[in-house]
């Protein structure tokens, strides 16, 4: 729908997300994955399975792309069980509300599949990436998992890990198996790094990939490694899993599912995603009515109605209606 | 010495060790490596400091080659203390008498100079490099293990694990930093990996790094983080320890010092080491003084006189005499 020119600006990866003027075009992001598209029939289906009513993110789309959700969910049919692994990469001090997707989308599969559910806190990946000391991003992990906690996950179901205080063990014996199998050239397909690069970034892709195999949390899945996995997350974070499904066969492994959502735009327009890295463009959790007036209200409140379109998706937000009654 | 021809075919990196007819240009490689000849006048520093001969390593310039080997005996001199590290990359069920080559010289430096020691079994960089089970690397580091506490070291002071077991933590943080101050280019230009090499190999030097720096081991050197480190090791390791030394100060560590060794001559010749990928170059700590003699006479005894040239460094083992007595 866009014009030429526009469509080729872009850019969806785990470090960036832009778009020509028109937004992201997610049509095309699905045929460039390869991901398959969550229609109306699968989302009956959920429905069905879990007698309750599918969650507004899959009635309205906003969770709109998925990889064998269909075969998680004939094995739940079947009696079996799986787990959801989703994660966060801490960044800010406070999660914002694109943060709050995954987050709140997997509290409902929990409640609805009643199945156990791992986060991982990438801390290891923010010290490498950002400007950050290995202290300062452990402390944003703690930070962050007080408002993950907040989401109301089943404390009896849920696993909430740092790279920085988990990675060792069987969990660094599947990172070494997965980095085996994956080529420099096979992670710059993926990722685009280049040999400016330092190693850090090509050393990480196995850290994210191996939280997919029930073998790397012995004390939660011991003996039961073929178990399977259902990762909810931002179809940004696509990369790292078409390379986890593409090695998981060759290790012994299942191949994970997922289940992908669109992102939470950023304040500035659809073109990109809300990003901690750019207060402008973000909503935080622990920001003041007062504050996120002014926020919205940024560039003389010319991109409101842009906004708007996507603040219904948070409708039990307490401070939701302070938003509509102040800016609206 | 060597024609042009031959002294171009010399590869010397952790993987490999070939050279022409001639055997391995250890000047040239001196001056290659960037590291420091060990002279008679070192030596005699050593034994005037322990207070006792110098080990035969040294006398005979087995040990030939060093890093800073000066400033840990300037510490020593005014009373401060130092560690050992040195390694083994399990790849054989039992040790050759190549490998025994930096364990006796280690146990000598930790006998003369009253320091701890850690002992670092790369089980992960077998799996990695060979054709081998995790379970299988594991296995090897625990026999491997065996025959080095057979060494004799302090028990007290020495600090034996295994990458599968100890990576997590305090050694994993200082994975990531090492990682984020080296790019691609870089272990490309010191290790010569390619495009089409595994990620776990690009993952892995900084494994290999850590253990130099006394904050990868809280339980032993906690409060201690600038204690400065002495590494025994062949000279094909260098490499690793060039990058180390090149990434210390950038995280705020001392660089490590090296002290280094010729290798171990093939049973086939000094052109290369002693192998365990090559049973036929290597004589086993675990071989009989049958297997022995039948190796050394390989190939019609034309290589045993080229051979016993290094035999003598080993005399004080057991079988010395019965190799002697049997094939000379």
Redesign the interface.
């Given at each position: 729908t866009n014009e030429e020119g526009e469509e080729e600006e872009q850019v969806v990866n785990p470090w960036e997300v832009s778009a020509g003027k028109g937004g992201i075009d997610y049509d095309k992001l699905v045929d460039q994955f390869g991901c398959q598209r969550l229609d109306d029939a699968l989302v009956a289906r959920v429905a069905r399975l879990t007698a309750r009513p599918p969650h507004r993110f899959l009635r309205r789309g906003l969770f709109f792309a998925h990889r064998d959700l269909n075969e998680i969910l004939d094995l739940y049919e079947k009696g079996e069980k799986f787990y959801l692994y989703t994660g966060r990469g801490p960044s800010s001090e406070a999660l914002h509300l694109g943060h709050l997707i995954p987050f709140m989308f997997t509290k409902y599969l929990q409640d609805a599949f009643k199945v156990p559910l791992v986060i991982q806190l990438t801390d290891?990946e923010k010290?490498?990436w950002k400007n950050l000391t290995?202290e300062e991003t452990k402390r944003l992990a703690r930070e962050n998992a007080k408002d993950i906690i907040a989401c109301g996950f089943d404390v009896e179901r849920t696993f909430i890990f740092s790279?920085?205080?988990?990675?060792?063990?069987a969990f660094?014996?599947n990172m070494?198996?997965v980095?085996?199998?994956?080529?420099?050239?096979?992670?710059?397909g993926i990722f685009g790094?280049?040999?400016?690069?330092?190693?850090?970034k090509?050393?990480f892709?196995?850290v994210q990939a191996v939280p997919s195999f029930p073998s790397s949390f012995p004390h939660l899945f011991s003996g039961n490694d073929q178990l399977r996995c259902l990762i909810p997350c931002a179809i940004d974070q696509d990369p790292y899993f078409r390379m986890t499904r593409d090695v998981a066969p060759r290790i012994g492994y299942q191949k994970p599912s997922l289940i992908e959502s669109r992102f939470f735009p950023a304040l500035q327009g659809e073109n990109t995603k809300m990003s901690a890295s750019d207060p402008n463009s973000a909503i935080y959790v622990t920001d003041s009515a007062k504050e996120i007036k002014t926020k919205v209200c940024f560039k003389h409140c010319i991109l409101v109605e842009n906004y708007c379109n996507f603040i219904f998706y948070l409708r039990p937000f307490k401070f939701w209606s302070s938003i509509k009654s102040s800016v609206l």
């Open positions: 290891d010290f490498l290995v790279d920085f205080n988990y990675v060792g063990g660094y014996e070494v198996k980095a085996r199998c994956v080529t420099y050239n096979k992670v710059v790094f280049t040999p400016e690069d330092h190693i850090g090509v050393s892709p196995p």
